[in-house]
Structure formats: C-alpha cells, structure tokens
C-alpha cells in the first residue's frame, strides 16, 4: 500500500490490523477500506472491538500489528508530533461526550478551532455561533456541560466534532442513551456532515437504527471482522 497515490480515492485503509491489551486481543486481523465520502456503520455486540477500532483510527491507542493509512497518513509509523496534523482531520463523538466540565457549550466548541489554528475571533464566534444553531443549541451556549441534558450534551459532542469541518466522522454510539426524537436528530446532523462532503463511521449495536438506513455495514465480534455488507451509496441518508 502506498499512502500517496493522488487518484487513491480511498480515505481508510486497513490491512491486517490487530489491537491486543496484554493477552487479550480486543481487534484481530482487519482488513477493509473506506472511501471518501462513505456513510457507514461498525456494529456488533459489547465488546466486540468498536470503541477500539475508533481509537486506532484517531491514534488514541496504537495498533499491535498490521498497516493502517488515514488521508495519506500511515499510522504504523507515525511519529507523536504527527498526531495533531491527523486528529486536524478527523472529528470525533465520544461515547461519553468528554466535554469539558468547566467550560461553556460556546467554549466547548470554540477551543477545537482554537486548537486547530484559526487565530480570528470573529470567525471562530461566527463559525460556532452556526454550528450552534445547527444543532439547536444556541439558547445553551453559556451552559455548562453538567446543567445539559444527554441529548443536548450529545448534540453539543456533535458540533464540536463538525467545527473544525473535518474530512472524517468518527461517532462513537452517538444516540445511546438518546430518546429517539433527540437520536433523530443526532442522526439528522451526521447526514448533514456526510452530505457536505465528510466520511461518516458511526457505531452502534442498535439494529433498529441500521435498518432505517440503506448503507454499508461492517460486523464485528470477538474482535473480528465477521460481515461487511455493502449498501446502497445513494440511499444513505433516509
Ligand atoms: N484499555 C484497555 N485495556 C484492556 N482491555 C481493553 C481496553 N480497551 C478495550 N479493552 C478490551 O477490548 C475488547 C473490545 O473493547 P471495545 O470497548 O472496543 O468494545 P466495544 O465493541 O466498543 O464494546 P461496547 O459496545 O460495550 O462499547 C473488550 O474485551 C475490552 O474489555
């Protein structure tokens, strides 16, 4: 694999990947691409290597083995001083949130443009100020996270996750725990992401929520690859 090709229209690929913390293997031997643009589910149950295969993809844990390229980035030889230039790249939605407690929803958001360089303070309040509105949280931007409900915390996750307007998506079970108005909506702003142009990885062992919509899914468990099913491109978002 070559991480350089220009006309490589794959945006992930991963090649024989394995993840293990001491003996015990949490992902095992995967191998998949993803393209540029692709909407798509990783699924499984508990402890099949989700959480795990979201964090390799952003570096929060190193693979054990195997080759990994993320936009023309290889991760199996990439130094520390690279991380940030690939976590610039990559918007991530925790599964618990990780906002931090003693900033406001606005501030929140702000400091991953802060991070990401942008120096005036007018596009930064600007760009926050739309991503808030987006996901119905302009009446909270003052708020701190522990006066938010869990929709609204997951909705605030979300716009930090898209303000950088980064190339891929990573959502780690965003609607867990949601009422299925607010998942709705959750799900309506990673649509929103994917149709201005991001890769969208979302993960979830919620069924009900796969079916609703005609994408590819890749099948997890025990840390396996056991099913990746191709879906329709454009019958992404429902
Ligand atoms: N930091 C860690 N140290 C040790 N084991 C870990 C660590 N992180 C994950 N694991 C193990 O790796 C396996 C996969 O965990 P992972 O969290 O990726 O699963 P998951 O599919 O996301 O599960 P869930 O749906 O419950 O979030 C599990 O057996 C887990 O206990």
Redesign the pocket.
Known sequence: MTPTDPLDNRIIRFYQVSKH??D?W?LHDLSFDVETNEFLFIT??????????IKLLYMGERMSSGYAIVDGMNLTRMHRRQIPVLRRKIGVIF?DFKLIAHLNVFQNVALVMEAAGFKSRTEIRRRVGDLLELVGLADQAKAYPPTLSGGEKQRAAVARAMVGKPKIILAD?PTASLDPDAAERVLRLLCAAHSRGATVLI?T?DRELISRFDTRVIR?QG?RQVDDAAGNADGVCP
């Open positions: 913390f001491g015990s949490a499984g149950p508990s402890g099949a290597g989700k959480s795990t295969l599964q079970e993960t062992h997890l840390g």
